[in-house]
């Protein structure tokens, strides 16, 4: 499958980013692009860049390194060469009082050599804006993510059964993993936004280590290599019969991820109450997985489903102890923790074709972390699965 975006994608998204500026901003004049996810998004390349978009007049994508790669692998219509910013600032003869720029991950120090050579006296943010035009997927998008997770369900459902042995380490399970993804089609990378968040393949953990602190926002734990790469798995924790195996990982394809979890039982089935546990789990993704219908409202699916939750089993919901996370799903595409999340606090109506990491996972002391994960996208019915259909809980 050809993952290179064509022009008419790039014509169509530059349009809605604009037409979301107009509605949202109505004095935008300019917007300038510096984050190597919404250049891609809107020009087809990933290079040391900037692109000004101007409200009235031609988009330019100014190139530093590499101007031939982008040349030759972007439809953009208009990328031009720079050596610095004093280059591409003798083309604008007029500047508006105001930027807007994605003031979430433009440092501070890129700004001020930036604005040595434009100097707009103000700056406003146009991150939600680009991140709400990126949450509707396009068909050539979708088309992407479904051949991610065909190669999740694949990887998870079917190979992983067969690569767990006894006595083998996290860090094996998860470096062999890896590779396999790799082998199958996956793109070899789990990007994140969320600053400081780094993420090579995902959350790997045998037992309770499914269950250790970390900083990242989501219901899972993992100990990870060292407390300076806190990523892949343990060198030490071997994997032992009646061990709960926790597996959440991203998969991707050109670019464009799915989101996935899938939980086996190494030896032994679990005790009844456990897999009790783990079916309601199951059984609140499929409850929010049918509320994924345009016009619906984030915040409001997302107490719709609370309500409906016991309070024994919301002990320990959505992650463990005092380390809980207050959502049951997030937007997924060009990164694995984009928007809309389905929480309190997002109240624009879902849009068709908008797709979801949709996540239930449940702490359990001595046992580890139960639940699943799969990727949906929202249709006029309900959501769809596009990363299997297993529920988890596989014994091997």
Known sequence: MDSHVPRSELTARMGRFKRRMEEQKPDWEMAVIFGNINLYYLTGTMQ??????????????????????????????????????????????????????????????????????????????????????????????????????????????????????????????????????????????????????????????????????????????????????????????????????????????????TDKTMTYMFGAPLPDEVIAQHTRCVEVQNHVASLLIPGNIPSQIYREVMATLEPEFLENFMGYRERRVKFLGHGVGLLIDEIPVIAEGFDEPLEENMVFALEPKKGITGVGMVGIENTFVVTKDKGRCITGTNPGLILV
């Not at 990126?134 to 088309?143: H, I, N, P, T």
């Not at 790799?182 to 780094?198: A, K, Q």
């Open 48 to 257: 040391d860049s900037m692109l000004c978009i101007p409200r009235d007049d031609e988009a330019v994508l100014w190139v530093r390194k590499s101007y031939e790669r982008a040349k030759a692998e972007s439809d953009f219509p208009v990328i031009k060469k720079m050596g610095s910013f004093r280059d591409a600032a003798k083309m604008y003869t007029t500047l508006p009082d105001t930027v807007y720029l994605e003031t979430e991950i433009v440092p501070l120090g890129l700004y001020k050599r930036f604005s040595r050579h434009f100097p707009f006296t103000r700056v406003e943010s146009m991150d939600l804006d680009i991140a709400m035009v990126r949450a509707v997927k396009s068909q050539f998008e979708l088309s992407l993510m479904e051949r991610s997770g065909k190669i999740h369900a694949r990887v998870l459902e079917e190979y992983v059964p067969d690569m767990l042995k006894e006595g083998m380490r996290e860090s094996e399970l998860a470096s062999s993993l890896y590779t396999l993804l790799v082998d199958e089609g996956h793109h070899g990378i789990s990007r994140f936004g969320s600053f400081n968040t780094e993420m090579l393949l995902g959350q790997i953990g045998f037992g309770e280590n499914s269950l250790y602190p970390t900083s990242f926002d989501g219901p899972g734990g993992s100990v990870g290599l060292c407390p300076a790469v806190p990523l892949l798995g343990d060198r030490k924790r071997r994997l032992k019969k009646g061990d709960l195996v926790f597996v959440d990982v991203g998969c991707g394809f050109g670019g464009y991820h």
